[in-house]
């Protein structure tokens, strides 16, 4: 499996941006996929999931803010970030959960 994670960027404090999490292998729509955020200096932190039957959670610091979805015919996992603020700028990862499979990551910085 292999995951490759875009859409990240520079955006101001209360703007929006949508990550893209494509997925190749044929495991993806059987199983859930989750995002996850480093911030430098900190611990790995889970951040949202969406299970295959499209069921979803949210880390608290994000609920009413970010929303994830599912495309299973595209083989890919979206994050709509909205009312982003600083303490949301990391490194964002997507996996397919409880699995060693991992994207490269894409940087989401929020400026003050």
């Known amino acids: 499996v292999q995951l490759v994670e875009s859409g990240g960027g520079l955006v101001q404090t209360g703007g929006s941006l949508r990550l893209s999490c494509a997925a190749s292998g044929s495991t993806f729509s059987g199983n859930a996929i989750a995002w996850y955020r480093q911030a430098p200096g900190k611990q790995r932190e889970f951040v949202a999931r969406?299970?295959?039957?499209?069921?979803?959670a949210y880390a608290d610091s994000v609920k009413g803010r970010f929303t994830i979805a599912r495309d299973n015919a595209e083989n890919t996992v979206y994050l709509q970030m909205n009312s982003l603020k600083p303490e949301d700028t990391a490194v964002y990862y997507c996996?397919?959960?409880?699995?060693?499979?991992w994207g490269q990551g894409t940087q989401v910085t929020v400026s003050s």
């Open positions: 996996n397919v959960f409880g699995s060693p499979y």
């Open positions: 969406i299970a295959s039957g499209r069921s979803t």
